[in-house]
């Protein structure tokens, strides 16, 4: 990892990394996973996800790809492609 962006890291999950140079903020974020996992129609999914983050074991720097898998795996979520319906598991 590049000194200068173990030193310009955000602390916890204020900011989750796309790259060294890309981030999103959190409210950002948590839009983007409702959104790429189709969540709309959940009842209280915003809550739900907060609360979840709270509990998240990763440290800063937190990577977007380590943070969905963790939730996915934590809530049992899949990504959607926008331009295929879901299948269900064979």
Known sequence: MRDDFAIKQANGLECIY?????????????GHYIKTRNLH??????????ATLDN?????PVMVNELN???DKTLGYRASHPDFA???DL
């Open 18 to 30: 796309l790259s060294m140079t890309e981030r999103f903020q959190l409210d950002c974020f948590i």
């Open 41 to 50: 129609a959940v009842p209280d999914i915003d809550r739900i996800l907060r």
């Open 56 to 60: 998240y074991p990763g440290h800063a």
């Open 69 to 71: 898998a963790w939730i």
């Open 86 to 88: 879901q299948l269900d």
